[in-house]
């Protein structure tokens, strides 16, 4: 049973460009999280996604930041527009319900240049 | 709302002694998980430990033990024989039992142990 997959691992844009991170959950799983960890800090959760719907967004900036989780394929975040402050690790987590346990991918490196 | 604090931004321990990490957290909930992630250099988050807080007795997980205080809203991580694979970023983690979602994880700014030969 294949883990989280995030992809790419490494990502570079130069300010302006649009950046697409993509998570494939984990088999069976159908409830997906994204968070972002600046450097030196602690992960920061960004957005909650169930097939199709948006749970919780809590933690999504309010602007050049979206997220979706089609019916079909992996979950993708969007952030258009990049500067240099988006630069982090973005990673993705899936788990099968809201009650059992989430599991981690390889996270996203992402350089705005 | 709540919050996770690691107070050690570094630790260090040599080969096979034991080291422990601290974490406090804030929260007026009374039902509630704790959590120890690992995250060695491949950025991949491991869950090292898990704590239900309505059980009073520690968990415990091979060579990795927590002190889990409610009282005093504490909850440490113990490494005994600590070996150089467990170098790595240490994060606590929290969620409310009655929450949105168990994935929905507030983290502590980690801990940078350094395991030496």
């Known amino acids: 049973n294949a883990g989280v997959m995030q992809n790419p691992r490494h990502l570079v844009r130069r300010r302006g460009q649009e950046a697409r991170l993509r998570c494939s959950p984990m088999?069976?799983?159908?409830?997906v999280y994204w968070y972002r960890q600046l450097p030196e800090e602690g992960l920061k959760f960004m957005v909650y996604?169930?097939?199709?719907?948006?749970?919780?967004e809590s933690g999504m900036p309010k602007e050049r930041f979206s997220a979706e989780f089609p019916k079909e394929g992996p979950s993708i975040l969007r952030i258009q527009q990049v500067v240099r402050g988006d630069s982090a690790a973005y990673f993705c987590?899936?788990?099968?319900?809201?009650?059992?346990?989430?599991?981690f991918g390889q996270g996203t490196r992402l350089t705005v240049v | 709302a709540q919050t996770v604090t690691q107070s050690q931004p570094e630790m260090s321990v040599q080969e096979a002694e034991t080291v422990t990490l601290s974490c406090t957290y804030d929260?007026?909930?009374?039902?509630?998980?704790l959590f120890w992630y690992k995250q060695p250099p491949s950025r991949q988050m491991i869950l090292v430990i898990r704590q239900e807080a309505y059980k009073q007795q520690n968990a415990t997980e091979n060579r990795f033990s927590v002190n889990f205080q409610k009282a005093a809203k504490s909850f440490s991580l113990k490494i005994s024989d600590s070996q150089l694979g467990d170098t790595a970023m240490y994060f606590c983690a929290f969620i409310e039992a009655g929450g949105t979602s168990y994935g929905k994880l507030t983290f502590g700014q980690g801990t940078i142990l350094t395991v030496h030969p």
């Open positions: 996604l169930q097939k199709e719907n948006i749970i919780d």
């Open positions: 987590a899936s788990s099968q319900d809201r009650r059992t346990e989430a599991f």
């Open positions: 929260t007026s909930e009374n039902n509630y998980y």
């Open positions: 088999k069976g799983h159908s409830h």
